[in-house]
């Protein structure tokens, strides 16, 4: 999990929330990016809503192809998500 101390947003008249930008660019959040609203007692949360994958046999078994086309996945590194999770607690 990823936190970020002292961020904040407000609701505006529209009832609309910006996402800071910091948390876009880490979560490949785009304009037209799917989400989906949850409501959790008294948190809302927010979903990248995205298509599952399809199952596909190969030889005797079946393996998990992505739906999504190259160009609409998220650039997100991988590696360094897991770096900074481990960096974020201490030996």
Do not use: C, H, Q
């Not at 910006?18 to 959790?40: F, Y």
């Not at 079946?62 to 998500?81: F, Y």
């Amino acid at each position: 999990m990823w936190y970020v101390n002292g961020m904040r947003t407000t609701i505006d008249k529209a009832g609309r929330v910006v996402i800071p930008v910091a948390v876009r660019e880490r979560l490949g959040l785009r304009p037209g990016t799917d989400l989906e609203v949850l409501v959790e007692d008294f948190s809302v949360r927010l979903v990248r809503r995205v298509p599952g994958p399809k199952l596909v046999k190969v030889g005797t078994r079946l393996v998990a192809r992505a739906t999504v086309p190259d160009a609409a996945r998220p650039d997100i590194d991988v590696a360094r998500l897991i770096d900074e999770e481990r960096d974020r607690w201490p030996l």
